[in-house]
């Protein structure tokens, strides 16, 4: 490894992000060498939830039926009162959604790194390397990036060179403080207490997520899998999660859900002190070297956005960087995945500070206004989009989210992964290529010039999904990239035409695709 020519991409850190960067560039035809500190996944629960969305993105990986099998629809977000009074409740639908797959997925985390792991050993493309500590990084002359490591085995030092880093290491990035990257904290540090127990007794509540607003000590409940349960509280000042290893004292927190489950009958898996922050990095890229994941931003965890953040960062960086790798793409497109993934999960981290809040601030005045407030919290249009419509923003526009007088309010959001001829979704129809979707009948010139640059055209009929969706979005046409976001809207294909780019995958590989 040492001393030979330059890696494509380099992945430090093998968490859910980089491993699903690993997974989307090595679809691309884009070899691909993963470092991370350890040779097995975290064992220790930590991220219990995924959106549609991100459950879309697993879909496009093949993995929708590995993730159906660790993974239970949840009924959505309830806030309750501190007598456990419902105030307001956002429901998810369990059955498929617009993008294919249940709104809201519960799992245990370390079930799906094992999941994304196992594909990622089927890659020929990848490389995994565990027990390698990365110890420096620096740009080479002629403009790779020269990663200085150490085998934490034998303590050999060596290094590697690559064209492009991916930062994936986590809060505490290496890379981020390598790179003299600031973050910026968003004004939020509670500490909370995190309890995983394991029973075949049922709790016989509701299937969703439970959200105690209490500013005497909130409280999250929600039920991970079959014999799995989360919960979380607010530690009080002088509190640790030392004061509850002990079965009794924990009960006077989970007893609401448990009160009827016997002791024997609970295993406390584990319970932790977790600070819940919200931190932004300044930026997310320094020339070659990018940052996704826990290393570019952290959620406090109100509306289970935390590891879908990361997952979006790879999905939206990849295709980017296969086309700047493969020479489609011109490099400043890699402008756009800061300027694009930055604003959206600073909006997610924002909506999950202001839930955060909404269930501990305010004392008794606070109650009187959540009950005031919550059942009218779809008015609120963020709340709206995110909680009610499970639909996350818009990306801001750029070269890659063409907005215009005419576009209308489609570019920036994620075309939905219809059924397109009653049987495939768009997803399988076009996968990670650029679409051309039209109410219109192609002419066999355009037709022509978009299967030339690698595209998939796709007409759909008046009635179906899209079509509905189209009108709806007051669009004739669009332009859909490989991760699915709309690029362009207009009302004809002529119009939208000019903002499709070549952009050609390997067809070898691209991924039979299996739907969960
Ligand atoms: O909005 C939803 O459907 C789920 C929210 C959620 C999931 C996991 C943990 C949470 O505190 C909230």
């Not at 004392?363 to 919290?377: C, F, K, Q, S, Y």
């Not at 192609?442 to 007409?459: H, I, M, S, W």
């Amino acid at each position: 490894m040492t001393g030979s020519a330059a890696h494509p991409v380099v992945v430090l850190g093998a968490g859910p992000a980089g491993v699903v960067a690993a997974l989307l560039l090595s679809q691309q035809g884009v070899p691909v060498l993963v470092l991370d500190r350890w040779s097995s996944v975290y064992p220790q629960p930590r991220a219990v939830h995924l959106d549609d969305e991100v459950y879309r993105l697993l879909g496009r990986l093949g993995l929708a039926g590995a993730f159906a099998a660790i993974s239970r629809p949840a009924l959505g977000l309830r806030a309750l009162s501190a007598d456990h009074r419902v105030l307001a409740e956002f429901s998810r639908s369990e059955a498929t959604g617009v993008h294919g797959y249940p709104q809201a997925s519960m799992f245990d985390q370390p079930d799906l790194e094992a999941a994304l792991r196992a594909d990622l050993q089927q890659r020929p493309e990848v490389t995994f390397r565990g027990d390698v500590e990365i110890t420096g990084l620096s740009t080479s002359p002629g403009g790779s990036v020269r990663v200085e490591l150490q085998d934490r085995l034998t303590g050999v030092e060596e290094h590697v060179t690559a064209e492009y880093v991916l930062g994936c290491d986590g809060a505490n990035s290496l890379v981020r403080q390598v790179l003299g990257i600031g973050v910026r904290d968003l004004g939020f540090a509670q500490r909370w207490l995190v309890v995983d127990v394991a029973t075949t007794a049922e709790m016989d509540a509701w299937e969703g997520v439970h959200q105690v607003c209490d500013p005497r000590r909130a409280g999250t409940y929600m039920r991970i899998g079959t014999t799995r349960y989360r919960w979380e509280f607010q530690l009080l000042a002088g509190e640790s999660a030392a004061d509850y290893t002990d079965l009794a004292r924990l009960r006077t927190l989970i007893d609401p859900w448990a009160a009827h489950v016997a002791d024997e009958e609970l295993t406390v898996l584990r319970t932790a002190e977790y600070e819940f922050r919200a931190q932004v990095a300044e930026q997310w890229r320094s020339g070659r070297v990018f940052l996704l994941g826990d290393a570019a931003h952290l959620t406090p965890p109100f509306i289970g956005q935390g590891m879908g953040a990361g997952l979006r960062d790879a999905a939206n960086l990849s295709w980017k960087l296969a086309g700047v790798l493969r020479g489609e793409l011109p490099g400043d497109v890699l402008d756009t995945y800061q300027a694009e993934r930055k604003p959206h999960a600073t909006a997610m981290v924002r909506l999950a500070i202001g839930l955060g809040r909404a269930m501990t601030d305010g004392g008794r005045l606070g109650d009187l206004l959540r009950e005031l407030v919550a059942p009218r919290l779809q008015l609120l249009p963020g709340v709206r989009a995110r909680v009610l419509d499970s639909a996350t923003p818009r990306l801001s526009a750029g070269p890659l989210v063409r907005r215009s007088l005419r576009s209308g309010p489609l570019p920036g959001r994620l075309c939905p992964n219809a059924l397109v001829d009653g049987q495939r979704r768009l997803d399988e129809v076009a996968p990670d290529q650029f679409l051309l979707v039209s109410r219109q009948p192609f002419t066999g010139q355009q037709r022509d010039t978009v299967e030339r640059r690698g595209a998939v055209p796709l007409q759909v009929r008046a009635g179906e999904p899209l079509e509905r969706w189209l009108r709806r979005g007051r669009a004739g046409a669009v332009v859909v990239r490989p991760d699915g976001t709309v690029l362009a809207a207009d009302r004809t294909v002529a119009a939208v035409l000019p903002h499709l780019p070549s952009f050609r995958v390997p067809a070898t590989t691209r991924p039979a695709l299996r739907v969960g």
